[in-house]
């Protein structure tokens, strides 16, 4: 730890970063006749031969640093990176690299992602790397997209990093090629939803009976090992031009021009003030825009007033949600293609007059005369598969305040049962969102992006400093979860463990899906509404797994929160 003396001149430093923003910002010039040479797969500075040049750094604002992500052994590899110096745009690509060894099904380089990045005094910036429809335009069986993993990491860490970029996915070849214990949620995995379509024929995932591995046994990939050491050594372009796109070209739905000509995305995040803060989130076709918009409806509904788990609360975040589902039904779609009202969706006073329109019957308790049944006759009612909640993701802050959240995915676990692997990685079916979201604005086309529910996000404080760093697997229920959290965070003075453990709800079809078995109360409330209440369980990854660093200034400190509904976990280190 620093000295007394230390502490109070980074926090001054601090204020005087976010009163001045005399650091570099964190956007790389805009493209332009005289902004230079840009960075694309074929000719990415992120190469083993040449090293970012990063910014002059500025003092440390922090006295510690932190990763969260879905596994203790992901943790692991970020927090090394951070001892070695590099920053957490550094470590967060080690994480997503590892991350993608040891949860085969939720991520990798055969899959896509999006970003934000904040520090203090800096503009924040996004970056969107997910899947596109080939040249062609044609939507393979499969629903497998040219994936932008690999490019999308490439472009941070050639824009932000320290580090050497084969340095980043030594954790994750140490964990492909020695191996790691199978945890219970991944074996669980393995034989659920996607799992034994998807591991079809793949020797490394079954045991010597043949059957899948067991909790505690050795997953070894060899293969995965072999594809990320080439990465590594030959840079993210190999990806796309090199000997391993020649074996991706052989997947329906990909083909040589398409890889090639993939791009990652800079784009600026969607934002909106909730509470005291201002709340930064993935931009279109991504729903962060309609978050926002569901945690302005929400507060202006009072929600604030109730707590967790109550009738008033649940009906508040069940009708901001509402809204907010019907909006990217009604408006999103790939900006490049669509025009998607963001200004409209995230501005408060007109939220505050929607909310005003709204039809609420609970207050804290049940108003009216509302006949109560039994849990288990509304429960009935409801017996129809919940979806999985793919997806991972991760948050990394630094020493300087810089605050990474990221999310990235093969769309369902293990991408589904038709898109298969590659080299030891799974192929996404992202492209099967657009019949799921079956909009005017979502429709296929060449280079075209899918409306989809990851919301990787940001809160910034009054300094524009980030506070939180904030996402979540849950799929079609991401939105919701980061609400539930966000809402007793920044609304009630709740900690941030408290926040994480709070109870989740999502309300679909007029279906209520909630953690546990309902109470009386909810009850009342489902029958009032004419919901049907459906449970849920552990092992049905309905309710996704946040990971969440918050940052304090005042102290130089970072707390986390695990989230125990998956094998998540956090580090926050001193810095020496």
């Keep these: 730890?620093?000295?007394?003396?230390?502490?109070?001149?980074?926090?001054?430093?601090?204020?005087?970063?976010?009163?001045?923003?005399?650091?570099?910002?964190?956007?790389?010039?805009?493209?332009?006749?005289?902004?230079?040479?840009?960075?694309?797969?074929?000719?990415?500075?992120?190469?083993?031969?040449?090293?970012?040049?990063?910014?002059?750094?500025?003092?440390?604002?922090?006295?510690?640093?932190?990763?969260?992500?879905?596994?203790?052994?992901?943790?692991?590899?970020?927090?090394?990176?951070?001892?070695?110096?590099?920053?957490?745009?550094?470590?967060?690509?080690?994480?997503?690299?590892?991350?993608?060894?040891?949860?085969?099904?939720?991520?990798?380089?055969?899959?896509?992602?999006?970003?934000?990045?904040?520090?203090?005094?800096?503009?924040?910036?996004?970056?969107?790397?997910?899947?596109?429809?080939?040249?062609?335009?044609?939507?393979?069986?499969?629903?497998?997209?040219?994936p932008g993993f690999v490019a999308g990491l490439g472009q941070i860490h050639a824009e932000h990093g320290d580090l050497e970029w084969g340095q980043l996915l030594e954790p994750a070849i140490v964990l492909a090629s020695d191996g790691f214990p199978v945890t219970g949620f991944l074996a669980q995995r393995m034989r659920s939803d996607s799992g034994p379509a998807a591991l079809a024929g793949l020797a490394q995932f079954a045991g010597p009976d043949g059957q899948p591995l067991r909790e505690g046994e050795t997953l070894v990939q060899e293969d995965l090992a072999a594809s990320l050491t080439t990465v590594a050594q030959q840079g993210p372009e190999s990806f796309y031009t090199g000997p391993m796109a020649e074996r991706l070209s052989a997947v329906d739905g990909l083909d040589a021009g398409s890889l090639a000509a993939y791009e990652p995305e800079q784009v600026e995040p969607v934002s909106g003030g909730f509470g005291d803060y201002e709340v930064l989130s993935a931009a279109p076709p991504l729903p962060g825009a309609a978050m926002v918009q569901q945690l302005q409806l929400a507060e202006a509904l009072g929600i604030a007033d109730h707590q967790p788990g109550s009738a008033g609360y649940v009906e508040r975040l069940s009708e901001a949600w509402t809204v907010a589902n019907g909006s990217v039904t009604a408006h999103f779609g790939d900006p490049d293609f669509v025009d998607v009202p963001v200004d409209q969706l995230t501005d408060a006073g007109r939220n505050a007059g929607i909310a005003e329109d709204l039809t609420v019957l609970t207050g804290g308790t049940t108003q009216g005369e509302v006949v109560a049944q039994e849990a288990a006759d509304v429960v009935t009612a409801a017996e129809r598969p919940v979806p999985a909640g793919n997806t991972t993701h991760l948050t990394v802050v630094d020493a300087d305040g810089l605050t990474v959240s990221m999310t990235n995915t093969v769309t369902d676990f293990w991408g589904g049962p038709r898109a298969g692997s590659v080299g030891g990685f799974f192929l996404n079916n992202q492209l099967t969102r657009?019949?799921?979201?079956?909009?005017?604005?979502?429709?296929?086309?060449?280079?075209?992006?899918?409306?989809?529910?990851?919301?990787?996000?940001?809160?910034?404080?009054?300094?524009?400093?980030?506070?939180?760093?904030?996402?979540?697997?849950?799929?079609?229920?991401?939105?919701?979860?980061?609400?539930?959290?966000?809402?007793?965070?920044?609304?009630?003075?709740?900690?941030?463990?408290?926040?994480?453990?709070?109870?989740?709800?999502?309300?679909?079809?007029?279906?209520?899906?909630?953690?546990?078995?309902?109470?009386?109360?909810?009850?009342?409330?489902?029958?009032?509404?004419?919901?049907?209440?459906?449970?849920?369980?552990?092992?049905?990854?309905?309710?996704?797994?946040?990971?969440?660093?918050?940052?304090?200034?005042?102290?130089?400190?970072?707390?986390?929160?695990?989230?125990?509904?998956?094998?998540?976990?956090?580090?926050?280190?001193?810095?020496?």
């Excluded at 910014?55 to 070695?84: F, K, N, S, T």
């Excluded at 799921?436 to 604005?441: E, K, L, M, Q």
């Excluded at 409330?525 to 919901?531: D, F, I, K, P, Y």
């Excluded at 970072?558 to 280190?573: E, L, P």
């Design 434 to 576: 657009f019949s799921a979201i079956d909009t005017p604005g979502n429709q296929p086309g060449p280079g075209r992006k899918s409306v989809s529910w990851s919301a990787p996000s940001l809160v910034v404080d009054g300094q524009d400093r980030p506070v939180l760093g904030i996402g979540t697997p849950g799929g079609h229920r991401i939105p919701n979860v980061l609400v539930s959290v966000l809402v007793p965070w920044a609304l009630q003075d709740a900690s941030l463990g408290e926040a994480v453990a709070a109870p989740r709800y999502h309300l679909l079809d007029g279906v209520l899906s909630v953690e546990e078995q309902p109470s009386a109360e909810l009850v009342r409330l489902a029958t009032s509404r004419g919901w049907q209440l459906q449970p849920t369980r552990r092992e049905q990854a309905v309710f996704g797994s946040v990971q969440a660093l918050e940052i304090d200034y005042e102290t130089g400190t970072i707390t986390g929160a695990r989230d125990s509904r998956r094998d998540a976990d956090y580090a926050v280190v001193d810095v020496e």
């Design 1 to 146: 730890m620093r000295s007394p003396a230390r502490r109070a001149a980074a926090t001054l430093a601090a204020f005087a970063l976010a009163l001045t923003a005399c650091s570099t910002p964190l956007s790389p010039p805009a493209s332009g006749p005289d902004s230079g040479p840009q960075t694309t797969p074929g000719s990415s500075p992120a190469s083993p031969s040449v090293s970012p040049t990063p910014a002059p750094a500025p003092e440390a604002v922090l006295e510690q640093h932190a990763v969260a992500a879905a596994h203790p052994a992901a943790v692991d590899a970020g927090i090394q990176v951070l001892e070695q110096g590099g920053n957490a745009a550094d470590a967060a690509v080690a994480v997503a690299f590892a991350i993608s060894v040891v949860e085969p099904y939720a991520s990798g380089m055969g899959g896509g992602g999006a970003a934000i990045l904040a520090a203090p005094g800096d503009e924040p910036v996004a970056y969107d790397y997910r899947e596109v429809v080939a040249q062609d335009g044609r939507i393979p069986s499969s629903g497998t997209g040219v």
